[in-house]
């Protein structure tokens, strides 16, 4: 049974930063491609960050490029999504979901995807 395990959420001040992570079982992320999405209340889920299988590349979404960092340990079997200077508006859920992807990584939601339960994110102003 695959399960993923977001973490690392909670509350922190406008400008401050969270290291969530993203821990799987039943997978083994080194060969699947990863990705960060949020959803706040009553909007679509939105990609913001991802990174490959194998040579590990990376995407980031232009509103956090510069800010988020996403990084694997195939040790330890997890995903991290270090997120600094972080707003307010950027209050949400955050999920983490690993695809089965040969190259690349998308931050487009797949039909075959594996998802996490979420993490919740609030930022004080």
């Known amino acids: 049974q695959v399960q993923l395990v977001e973490s690392g959420g909670g509350l922190v001040q406008s400008g401050g930063s969270l290291r969530l992570s993203c821990t799987a079982s039943g997978i083994t992320l080194a060969n699947y491609a990863v990705a960060w999405f949020r959803q706040a209340p009553g909007k679509e889920r939105e990609g913001i960050s991802c990174?490959?299988?194998?040579?590990?590349?990376?995407y980031y979404v232009d509103s956090v490029k510069g800010r988020f960092t996403i990084a694997k340990d195939n040790a330890k079997n997890t995903v991290y999504l270090q997120m600094n200077s972080l707003k307010p508006e950027e209050t949400t859920v955050y999920y983490c979901s690993a695809e089965s992807r040969p190259f690349g990584c998308t931050v487009v939601e797949g039909r075959d995807d594996h998802w996490g339960q979420g993490t919740q994110v609030t930022v004080s102003s």
């Open positions: 990174i490959s299988s194998g040579s590990g590349s990376t």
